[in-house]
């Protein structure tokens, strides 16, 4: 029932990029992202809505594959402010419930 | 423009007392939400709920767990005697009406029960 995410971890130099990829066994209505650094609250990063949308903002960008029931969050040129938990939170519809992913960790270094 | 305003920050209690979180929305914002999570994991729905309305407790444990959100004031969730396994971090998220997709998260009460 919780969405999946992959990779569960990983390591950037300062200036790579990054895929992490959302999977849901559920139809899903959208697909959201969040960042959370230790100790703090989870940060809104974006929201995709049904129709195999692309956002982005900087050089933080994702895709909606809304026939997969998948997502993908895009980070180019990772800086090392990137680093913390990304969770995607999907809503299935029937209700404003944020199911969130098992997480993946993002560590940048220089 | 405020954000979303929880406290207390941290909150100790000891086993078999009551613990009172509260969660003040963003101006604007009618709908929230609480969240837990535990330590490593990831955040859990628990309920939601609209002024005077619980619309979703799905998430909420049958027993000890009670949320409320008054016509004036914030919202609370109340633990009734605390166990060591409800230490966690517990997040409030708030939404407008016109976006309920749109949720923005306090910056958290952690909970430790000793």
């Known amino acids: 029932q919780q969405p999946v995410q992959s990779p569960q971890a990983v390591i950037l130099r300062e200036g790579e990029d990054a895929v992490i990829n959302c999977s849901s066994s559920?139809?899903?209505?959208?697909v959201h992202w969040y960042r959370q650094k230790h100790g703090e609250a989870p940060v809104f990063l974006m929201i995709l809505l049904k129709g195999g949308e692309q956002k982005g903002h900087d050089k933080i960008s994702a895709s909606f594959n809304e026939k997969k029931q998948q997502s993908s969050l895009y980070l180019t040129a990772s800086q090392l402010s990137y680093s913390g938990t990304y969770f995607c939170g999907t809503f299935t519809g029937g209700g404003n419930k944020l199911t969130f992913g098992t997480g993946t960790q993002l560590k940048v270094e220089l | 423009n405020a954000g979303v305003m929880q406290n207390p920050r941290h909150l100790v209690r000891r086993r078999g007392q009551e613990a009172r979180l509260r969660c003040s929305p963003m101006?604007?914002?009618?709908?929230v939400y609480w969240y837990r999570q535990l330590p490593e994991e990831g955040l859990k729905f628990m309920v939601y709920?609209?002024?005077?309305?619980?619309?979703?407790e799905s998430g909420m444990p049958k027993e000890r767990f009670s949320a409320e959100f008054p016509k004036e004031g914030p919202s609370i969730l109340r633990i009734q005697q605390v166990v060591r396994g409800d230490s966690a971090a517990y997040f409030c998220?708030?939404?407008?009406?016109?976006?309920?997709?749109?949720?923005?998260f306090g910056p958290g009460t952690r909970l430790t029960v000793t």
């Open positions: 998220a708030s939404s407008p009406v016109s976006r309920p997709e749109e949720q923005y």
């Open positions: 559920k139809a899903l209505y959208s």
């Open positions: 101006k604007g914002h009618s709908h």
């Open positions: 709920l609209q002024k005077e309305n619980i619309i979703d």
